[in-house]
């Protein structure tokens, strides 16, 4: 079979649009809860969950933020559904699969408010995220094992796995200074946790789109 008829039946451009949709749609609100919340939520030191405590005006910012993470989930599920037409690893599938349903959680779960006791339903918010932040990198890793030379994400397996290990890296910090302030309390924070979140937020919507890019270069090269 020729090379063009089996990119032709690998790639969705459909699904990559679809991607890049819910992907803008969730920058364009992540920047908008940054900028209307920035004297009530630190983006140094507060976390993005943190925003659904804030107030725009008399009401809450929680469903803006809700609608930040499902736009973000659903265009990583178009993402999904491309790479599943794609034919790849079901691991990578399932991976993806696991971002998606941890920002649906951290859409609907929130997180405990600051200084308070920790519940059920803000530790689940808590491991969500967690999981979902290592499930990203790991599916782009998986994504971007050797293969054959004609597989889309081939020419950026280099970028994609940059990226993946910042994403861990940031994770990793992340995650040692949320332990430290458990242990020492939030008085004695030294890790500007906010400020790495939104790094590591920044490094998985490059990597997202880094995945998506594929779906879209590939069907222009066939029009061309």
């Not at 020492?184 to 890019?213: K, N, S, W």
Request: hydrophobic residues 55%; aromatic residues 6%; proline residues 5%.
């Amino acid at each position: 079979m020729p090379t063009s008829a089996i990119a032709r039946t690998a790639v969705s451009p459909v699904h990559g649009r679809l991607a890049l949709m819910g992907i803008g749609v969730a920058v364009v609100l992540a920047a908008d809860l940054h900028l209307r919340l920035s004297a009530q939520v630190s983006p140094v030191w507060q976390t993005l969950s943190e925003y659904v405590y804030g107030r725009l005006g008399d009401r809450s910012a929680a469903p803006l933020f809700g609608a930040m993470c499902l736009a973000l989930a659903l265009g990583s599920l178009a993402l999904l559904a491309g790479l599943l037409r794609a034919r790849r690893s079901p691991a990578v599938v399932a991976l993806l699969g696991v971002w998606c349903a941890g920002l649906t959680v951290c859409a609907t779960v929130p997180v405990d408010p600051d200084g308070q006791a920790r519940s059920f339903h803000g530790q689940l918010h808590n491991v969500a995220a967690l999981v979902a932040f290592l499930a990203l990198p790991t599916a782009a890793w998986l994504l971007t094992r050797r293969g054959r030379a004609t597989c889309p994400w081939e020419p950026r397996r280099t970028a994609i796995r940059r990226l993946a290990v910042g994403s861990f890296a940031s994770v990793a910090v992340v995650l040692g200074g949320f332990v430290l302030t458990l242990l020492t309390g939030p008085t004695h924070q030294e890790v500007t946790l906010g400020l790495f979140e939104r790094l590591l937020f920044t490094v998985d919507l490059a990597l997202l789109l880094t995945m998506v890019r594929p779906l879209l270069t590939a069907s222009t090269q066939l029009r061309g």
